[in-house]
């Protein structure tokens, strides 16, 4: 199944993790995390990403980094696009996406006030009472009249595909987007290989401390990690991937 929408960057990148839009995949593997936030941005552009995307989550929602997903949504979305991705997020856990990825949702704040999702149904008063007529349970949570999705996954590629356009996803379907994950790519994309200490990592992450110590422990045995020394404090210490040593 194939799904014609404009050829656009977004796309792009979608097709690159697997989506099957008529359009060429991006050249290069996105960003995951940002990339579901400027998704979260055009959802109400466009019907037809919201199933789609869903449809992936279900799917591939443990390739998602979830701490650090969470940390760039608090950081960076404006609060007004945060129930699009707790929607988004809260759909595919309803039909059985990765659980884990509740703690996000849990970071965004539904609609103040309750409106259609697609701008399309936003035009008359009409269509804005057929919207919230139609409207989900589960979309009337989060302020944001849109039906019950309805799965595509003849749209969504396989993840032998998906691997093999992407190896560098890997690693975190192999740590299942745990907070193992988080820190890797928070120290890979974000901070060019290193951060100064495990107190900031876990500020990162929005873990605690004793669970990113856990995490980079097993990094360590693992070999994706080093931790160094600190002249002036022998509590925390800078922590580096292993690749940028």
Known sequence: MTITLPPDNLAFAWARLGVAF???????????????????????????????????????????????????????????????????????????????????????????????LFRSHRSSPELRDLAARTASDLSRRWGLHAPEVQLKPDAIRPVAWLLGQN????????????????????????????????SELARLTGATRPAVRHALRSLILEGEVTIGTHPENHRDHPVSLTSAA
């Not at 995951?32 to 941005?41: F, I, K, N």
């Not at 992936?56 to 390739?63: H, P």
């Not at 299942?176 to 994309?189: K, N, V």
Request: charged residues 25%; aromatic residues 6%.
């Open 22 to 116: 008529n359009s060429p995949p991006a050249k290069h593997t996105p960003d995951v995390e940002r990339l579901l936030l400027e998704t979260a941005v055009e959802l109400g552009e466009n019907a037809r990403l919201f199933p789609l995307i869903v449809t992936w989550l279900y799917q591939y929602g443990e390739f998602v980094a979830r701490h650090r997903l969470r940390r760039l949504l608090i950081a960076e979305l404006p609060a007004v696009h945060q129930p699009a991705i707790g929607l988004l997020l809260d759909s595919a856990i309803h039909h059985g996406a990765a659980a884990e990825l509740a703690i996000v949702c849990d970071a965004c704040s539904p609609a103040l006030e309750p409106a259609p």
């Open 167 to 198: 190896p560098s996803l890997r690693s975190r379907i192999i740590r299942r987007g745990d907070l193992r994950a988080s820190i890797l790519e928070t120290l890979r994309i974000d901070f060019k290989g290193w951060v100064r200490s495990e």
